[in-house]
Antibody, heavy 126, light 112 residues
């Protein structure tokens, strides 16, 4: 069965960086895009971006451009999300999520997020 | 960006009764070439990640009980729980994937 297992909770100071990992199992890692979504305490869900584990290509939400870097290591089926210049409002649970997609005449079409990791709490505090 | 809104913010329903959650998008998420609505519904229980319930606005994900149903088209959508069970207490989110990805603010469902 598909499993996404994320790294443990982190506490960081403002201005620091954090790198969260997401280890995939139960499917071909390079066959599905991986998304990252965050959820501030008591708040809703915010999409941050995706990585194509096959090519390493990425697409980031405009809000996070310049601060987020998504990478992967195909040898260990693991995706990473690094967020830099942390602020207190970056305190949130960060999720990886395996997304579905298909191709049509327009090209690549993304759809829903079928499987989710358990989440990683990142706390930013001085 | 497409903005998603949901109503109500919360609702309390008696066990066995119907719960209805509404979701509205700021622009149509209906893709005319295939007549599909690019909308999903997720359930999130406390301390857990979201779980996909419905995609293409009305297709139930495998393993999801048939008391959950989705309907609507264009900009207006509904998630219905036909007979609320105790295990359905959760926050429910709609999400559009027509243009990038945005989620609604969530609707909390409790037992009355």
């Amino acid at each position: 069965q598909v499993q996404l297992v994320q790294s443990g909770a982190e506490v960081k100071k403002p201005g620091a960086s954090v790198k969260v990992s997401c280890k995939a199992s139960g499917y071909t890692f390079t066959g599905y895009y991986m998304h990252w979504v965050r959820q501030a305490p008591g708040q809703g869900l915010e999409w941050m971006g995706w990585i194509n584990p096959n090519s390493g290509g990425t697409n980031y939400a405009q809000k996070f451009q310049g601060r987020v870097t998504m990478t992967r290591d195909t040898s260990i089926s693991t995706a990473y999300m690094e967020l830099s210049r942390l602020r207190s409002d970056d305190t949130a649970v960060y999720y990886c999520a395996r997304g579905r997609y298909y191709y049509d005449s327009s090209g690549l079409i993304f759809t829903d997020f079928q499987h989710w990791g358990q989440g990683t709490l990142v706390t930013v505090s001085s | 960006d497409i903005v998603m809104t949901q109503s109500p913010d919360s609702l309390a329903v008696s066990l066995g009764e119907r719960a209805t959650i509404n979701c509205k998008s700021s622009q149509s998420v209906l893709y005319s070439s295939n007549n599909k609505n690019y909308l999903a519904w997720y359930q999130q229980k406390p301390g857990q990640p979201p779980k996909l319930l419905i995609y293409w606005a009305s297709t139930r994900e495998s393993g999801v009980p048939d008391r959950f149903s989705g309907s609507g088209s264009g900009t207006d959508f509904t998630l219905t729980i036909s007979s609320l069970q105790a295990e359905d207490v959760a926050v429910y989110y709609c999400q559009q994937y027509y243009s990038s990805f945005t989620f609604g603010p969530g609707t909390k469902v409790d037992i009355k």
